[in-house]
Nanobody, 121 residues
Framework: QVQLVESGGGLVQAGGSLRLSCAAS????????MGWYRQAPGKQRELVAQ???????NYADSVKGQFTISRDKTLKTVYLQMNSLKSEDTAVYYC???????????????WGQGTQVTVSA
């Protein structure tokens, strides 16, 4: 069973930076893509960034130029570097991974606890 564990969240002042990590385990196959989502209080979960094979990335318009997604050589850990944080970036951040054409958490709707990011004004 694939497990995804996020870390790196916390409390930061506006303008500060955080780096989130997500480690995947439980699969003998490489993930074809990994991504980050977030859910702010009272809002729906939204896609933040994705990274696929070859390093192709995709970002939400709201974080372009501010966040950077990357993954390690094993293709089982994904990072989200978040700079110039704003109060509207406050949310619980979740990662997801794609095996073949199947996004694990999105399709199971089992997102786990994620990691809380709180940006203070």
């Amino acid at each position: 069973q694939v497990q995804l564990v996020e870390s790196g969240g916390g409390l930061v002042q506006a303008g500060g930076s955080l780096r989130l990590s997500c480690a995947a385990s439980g699969s003998t196959f490489s993930f074809s893509a990994m991504g980050w989502y977030r859910q702010a209080p009272g809002k729906q979960r939204e896609l933040v960034a994705q990274i696929a094979g070859g390093g192709i990335t995709n970002y939400a318009d709201s974080v372009k130029g501010q966040f950077t997604i990357s993954r390690d050589k094993t293709l089982k850990t994904v990072y989200l570097q978040m700079n110039s944080l704003k109060s509207e970036d406050t949310a619980v951040y979740y990662c997801d991974a794609r095996l073949g054409n199947r996004w694990i958490r999105r399709e199971s709707n089992n997102w786990g606890q994620g990691t809380q990011v709180t940006v203070s004004a």
